[in-house]
C-alpha cells in the first residue's frame, strides 16, 4: 500500500517530472518599512537594496539556471520601482500579487482592506499585469481576503500551511475555486537569515534535506524568499548551489505559480 501512495504521487506532475518546485520571491523592498516604521530611514534604505543591487543579481542567476519564478510584488513595490519590476517581466517571471504597502490584511477595516486590493490592482494595470495569484503579507488572510481574491478573478492563493501538495483550496467548508500553492517557515529566508540570522550553510543544511525528502515522494517544494534577504552575495551562492543540485537530478518541474495552479486545477477538477 505505501508503495502505491508514492506511485499515485510521483504521477501527478506533468511529462515524467517525479516532483515540482516553486520558486517564489516577496519582492517587498521597503514597502514593510514606510507602512509600519514610517521614520526609520535606515531599515528604509535596506529595503532599496533590492531594486539597487539584490534583484539584478537574482534574475542574473535565474538567467543562468534558465528558471522562471514569480515575484509576489506590492503596489508601493511597483510604483517606486517601476523599473525593476519591468525588468522581472522582460526576463519572463510572473508576478504576483503582495497587497499594496504590506499591509497586515488581519489588524485593518474591511474598508481599508478594500482600498489595499484596490490600489494594489491599479499599480499593476499600471504594468500591463493582471496578477494571477496572490500572497497575503506576513501570511495573514482575512475572511475578506479570500472574498477579494473571488471577486477580482484571481487563479491562486499561497498562503496556507496544512500540505506539502497544492490543493483545492476549501475555505470555512466552501469551495473556492482557488488553487492553493501551500507554504511553511522553514522554507522562508526572512526567519532564517534575519530572524535566527543563521549562516548560508546553516540554511543549506535545512533547506537541502527538505527538498530531498518531498522528491522522494514526488511532492511539491516551494520557496520563499526576499531580495534583500537572499540577495548577499554569500546567500545567492548558497540558493544557486542548492538550485543547481535540483536541476541535476533532471525530474524536476521548475514552474511558476501560474503555471502550477493551471496543471493542478486541470488534474483536481
Not at 257 to 267: L, Q
Request: proline fraction near 5%; charged fraction near 30%.
Amino acid at each position: 500500500m505505501k508503495s502505491l501512495r508514492i506511485t499515485i504521487k510521483m504521477s501527478f506532475w506533468p511529462n515524467g517530472y517525479r516532483c515540482c518546485v516553486f520558486l517564489s520571491f516577496d519582492y517587498d523592498s521597503s514597502s514593510a518599512t514606510m507602512w509600519r516604521t514610517p521614520l526609520d530611514v535606515v531599515s528604509q534604505s535596506r529595503g532599496r537594496y533590492a531594486p539597487k543591487v539584490a534583484i539584478p543579481r537574482v534574475l542574473d542567476l535565474l538567467d543562468k539556471l534558465d528558471i522562471k519564478a514569480t515575484f509576489f510584488t506590492p503596489g508601493w513595490t511597483i510604483d517606486n520601482y517601476p523599473d525593476s519590476v519591468e525588468e522581472i517581466r522582460s526576463r519572463g517571471h510572473e508576478i504576483g500579487g503582495h497587497g499594496y504597502a504590506h499591509e497586515r490584511m488581519t489588524e485593518i477595516s474591511y474598508e481599508a482592506e478594500e482600498s489595499v486590493f484596490e490600489r494594489m490592482m491599479v499599480s499593476m494595470e499600471r504594468i500591463g499585469v493582471k496578477p494571477q495569484g496572490y500572497r497575503a503579507p506576513y501570511w495573514l488572510v482575512s475572511d475578506r481576503t479570500i472574498m477579494h481574491l473571488k471577486r477580482l478573478g484571481f487563479k491562486y492563493s499561497s498562503n496556507f500551511m496544512d500540505d506539502d501538495m497544492p490543493y483545492m483550496l476549501k475555505y470555512r467548508g466552501e469551495e473556492t475555486g482557488l488553487v492553493e500553492l501551500p507554504v511553511e517557515w522553514i522554507l522562508d529566508d526572512w526567519p532564517q537569515f534575519d530572524t535566527e540570522r543563521r549562516s548560508p550553510a546553516e540554511v543549506y543544511e535545512i533547506w537541502k534535506p527538505e527538498f530531498e525528502g518531498l522528491y522522494e515522494l514526488g511532492r511539491y517544494f516551494c520557496l520563499t524568499c526576499h531580495p534583500q534577504a537572499i540577495g548577499r552575495i554569500s546567500r545567492l551562492k548558497m540558493l544557486e548551489k542548492l538550485l543547481s543540485e535540483m536541476q541535476e537530478k533532471k525530474d524536476v518541474w521548475f514552474a511558476t505559480g501560474a503555471e502550477i495552479a493551471d496543471w493542478v486545477k486541470k488534474k483536481l477538477t
